[in-house]
């Protein structure tokens, strides 16, 4: 099974922008779909954005026209670009395979301030 790593988040004012990187241990190109996912304190894991193998994505509601998923087989890496923070955008955000593994890697936190 390969192993996800994330990076990238920190502490930003609303408004501002974070690109947040995922890390496959091995080829994810067989994988048809890799997600981004986020949890927020006392909320459940939800998905904000998926890219399949041929690179068409989709997005949760409340990230649409703000984030950006992408993906980089060669490089076995998968990405978020986040723009237009808010202070719901707050949570620990994984990577994962879309249906998830269900093993899940530390996240990297996300904090927007007001």
């Known amino acids: 099974q390969v192993q996800l790593v994330e990076s990238g988040g920190g502490l930003v004012q609303a408004g501002g922008s974070l690109r947040l990187s995922c890390a496959a241990s091995?080829?994810?190109?067989?994988?048809?779909?890799m997600g981004w996912y986020r949890q927020a304190p006392g909320k459940q894991r939800e998905l904000v954005a998926q890219?399949?193998?041929?690179?068409?994505?989709n997005y949760a509601d409340s990230v649409k026209g703000r984030f950006t998923i992408s993906r980089d087989n060669a490089k076995k890496t998968v990405y978020l670009q986040m723009n237009s923070l808010k202070p719901e955008d707050t949570a620990v955000y994984y990577c994962?395979?879309?249906?998830?593994?269900?093993?899940w890697g530390q996240g990297t936190q996300v904090t927007i301030s007001s």
């Open positions: 994962n395979p879309v249906p998830s593994f269900g093993s």
């Open positions: 091995k080829s994810i190109f067989s994988i048809n779909a």
């Open positions: 890219i399949t193998r041929t690179g068409t994505t």
